[in-house]
DNA sequence: TTGAAAATATTGAATATTCAAGAATTGAAG
DNA sequence: CTTCAATTCTTGAATATTCAATATTTTCAA
């Protein structure tokens, strides 16, 4: 009997795969929910992230919204430009720089926010209540065994 | 009591996050295993689809790629560059190109397999195989109930 | 204290992706 | 048949992302 072998899988049961394709579709959800504010998916993200109200760095926010450095810069230029957020120099280390989300900021979040809760209760009742908290957990604890 | 709200949700807890970021994990990883060979994951996907050797038009080949058209076409010139793949005018409709794999994208689509498959198993033993079998099946029935 | 190495953010050039328009072919209605 | 709309793919310009290099500040060892 011949030694199975998963060298010609489907392309479309890799996990990365699956992963790529769900990825794609919710996120295509989202941003189109998204663009009736005119906002991409990372400036929500940004702005979600700075609304606890404290200074975040530039390192610390590229991580938490994934997205790499240089990109994270240029993309806060333009939201610098739009006073949704503003830069202040750490004191207490010269070489960081702290975000800050503005009030006009705040009040786009918010809108942004219930969009964006739109959709997860869409997916809610399209997929169920239990698969997608399930999901969520399975996705936890990958990203967690990942590191 | 106060209604409850789901509208400051931390981002770490929204489903189109833990995608995103599970998605961005394995994917690096994938990508690290696929640089040995030098190629990019995207181009793995294309030869393996083309693999069955018949012919894709590109149409179809962007879908399953998860590529836009103007991209994928771009990304076919340089594999067409390589002689990875080729194209033929569909004889049916002459609006098609068919896609083809080349024996030099055969002999390569097999050692980018074993790349691949070596990360799958790298997965299950980190993750468990329960889990990443249940995580597959969510994941397909997630992208199901989103069409 | 000094000087070299590490950490942080930005910049500019190279590369890749996207959007809108175009070219070729097919389909289908009049 | 003819013409007009739809389909398929490619192209070029606009936009975005990435890589490598730079500037600044901090850390830490000698």
């Not at 959800?29 to 005119?38: D, M, P, V």
């Not at 390192?59 to 790499?68: D, F, R, T």
């Not at 010269?94 to 800050?100: A, N, S, T």
């Not at 964006?116 to 999901?135: M, N, R």
Request: proline residues 3%.
């Amino acid at each position: 009997m011949a030694k199975p072998s998963k060298e010609n899988t489907p392309i479309t049961e890799h996990l990365a795969y699956l992963l790529a394709q769900a990825n794609r579709e919710i996120n295509r959800q989202l941003e189109l929910r998204l663009s009736k504010e005119g906002v991409p998916v990372e400036q929500w993200r940004i702005l979600k992230v700075l609304s606890d109200g404290d200074g975040h760095s530039m390192g610390e926010l590229a991580e938490a919204v994934l997205l790499n450095h240089p990109t994270l810069t240029k993309m806060i230029d333009r939201m610098v430009s739009d006073t949704l957020v503003y830069r202040v120099q750490d004191p207490n280390d010269r070489r960081k720089v702290l975000m800050f989300i503005s009030d006009r900021g705040k009040v786009l979040c918010k809108k942004l926010n219930s969009l964006a809760v739109d959709q997860e209760e869409h997916i809610l009742e399209s997929y169920g209540d239990k698969s997608t908290s399930e999901l969520k957990r399975l996705l936890e604890s990958l990203i967690d065994s990942s590191n």
